[in-house]
């Protein structure tokens, strides 16, 4: 499916876009990947979901992406007395690990594991970051803290620690059961919250096999502190800007999303930014005109993908607000000044030949003003590093593999499409000259660039660049 533009769309499923209808309208408004949060979805619905995604594929004869994502490890307080205190500011309050129901002068924190990292002077932010508490005491199963900023305190109310590397990895026994259940249901790309450090990705990998690509949601301060590692040993990077302006001050996030954008695409690996993107329209039809801004932004900036949450999952104009993403990133796109800030946010090519074909590509393409550049991939790669150099022309991946082409939904730039198996590469460019043309691409005798490896069907191998046309 043709877009029209170059940004990917993630749209969330929910309460209010579960139906195989709805899933339907979504992606014909512009959904280009599906969200599936396990933090709200069991088992058996996940597989609904998949299965009501894969029935819309098959309906309209294209791949489409499934992204699941996993919890992660969420803290929470226990439960208090009254179920509600007010903590007033000043104020000390103990967190401990007797299980009694609590009250204003101290509360149950069931995650030993984390008293036993706390130390003095350390934060803890809860509900979001509307009460603040700093350590003042440590001790054998419990810590004292100041009440920083107080307020109401009720149950079950989450915990960041953004001062503490947490001795947890950002697998969770519930992660371990939701990454086995969505592997075996056949997702495209899994993301993992919460991630700290680079091997917290070495148990999701392990498990995954290949099965499914990793993204890694950037959300704490720790990540930050190691991003181009992480980097390094992810698929895709999500700027998880909701809990990232919790964990760090809120007015850092604008800087870091630049930060992780531009890193993220200097290694070529896709980038995701997501969280309250047109969070108003979750009960409204219109977006403020800040929010268009902020999804503006991404776009300028070369986000692979924007993402939606509540807006698509439980809004109740999920619809519009997916129309209104993407009729802001197709403006955006035709704006004169987008081609200029992406041509002065190009990266040198890694000293690679897959690198420097995309380069000399991109150049090309741009030079003679091919209708496309056509990439064979079976992997995946030589597309990825295609993208990488953010072309002006379209960019039409022909793959013979139905998981690769799933994959590369949420990457910048590609039109994607599933073929046939073929040896010979005159007839695989005949077929791309064939597919540009009924995409609306081109017609014929207009030029095109194709790169691929040679011998064809050699995963991971790219070699091979040729002008060709439209036939």
Known sequence: MIRGRRVRIVATLGPASSEQHQIQALHEAGVDVFRINMSHADHAHMRTLVGRIRAVETELGHPITILADLQGPKLRIGTLQDGSVDLENGASITLDSDKTPGDASRVYLPHPEILRSLRVGHRLLIDDGKLSLKITDVREGAVTAEVVQGGALSNRKGVSCPDT???????????????????????????????????????????????????????????????????????????????????????????????????????????????????????????????????????????????????????????????????????????????????????????????????????????????????????????????????????????????????????WGLHTVVCENKDDLGEMIADAGAAIASQGLGKSGDRLVVVAGLPLNTPGLTNFLQLAFVR
């Open 165 to 411: 590397l947490l001795p947890v990895g950002a697998l969770t026994a519930k992660d371990m059961s939701d990454l086995e259940a969505v592997l075996a249901a056949d997702v495209d790309w899994v993301a993992l919250s919460f991630i700290q450090r680079p091997e917290d990705l070495a148990e999701a990998r392990k498990i995954a096999r290949g099965r499914a690509a990793l993204m890694s949601k950037i959300e704490k301060p720790q990540a930050i502190e190691r991003l181009d590692e992480i980097i390094e040993l992810s698929d895709a990077l999500m700027v998880a800007r909701g809990d990232l302006g919790v964990e760090m001050p809120i007015e850092q996030v604008p800087g870091l999303q630049k930060r992780i954008t531009r890193a993220a695409r200097r290694a070529g690996k896709p980038v995701v930014v997501a969280t309250q993107m047109l969070e108003s329209m979750i009960s409204a039809p219109v977006p403020t005109r800040a929010e268009v801004s902020d999804v503006a932004t991404a776009v300028f900036e070369g986000a692979d993908a924007v993402m939606l949450s509540a807006e698509s999952a439980t809004g109740a104009f999920s619809i519009e607000s997916v129309a209104m993403m993407d009729k802001v990133a197709k403006e955006v796109e035709k704006d004169e000044n987008y081609h200029s800030i992406l041509r002065a946010q190009r990266f040198e090519p890694e000293e690679t030949g897959a690198d420097a074909l995309a380069a000399a590509a991109r150049q090309i393409g741009e030079t003679l003003n091919v209708a496309a550049t056509v990439c064979f991939t079976i992997s995946g790669t030589t597309a990825l590093r295609m993208a990488r150099e953010r072309p002006f022309s379209p960019v039409l991946v022909m793959s013979p593999s139905e998981k690769t082409a799933r994959r590369l939904g949420v990457v």
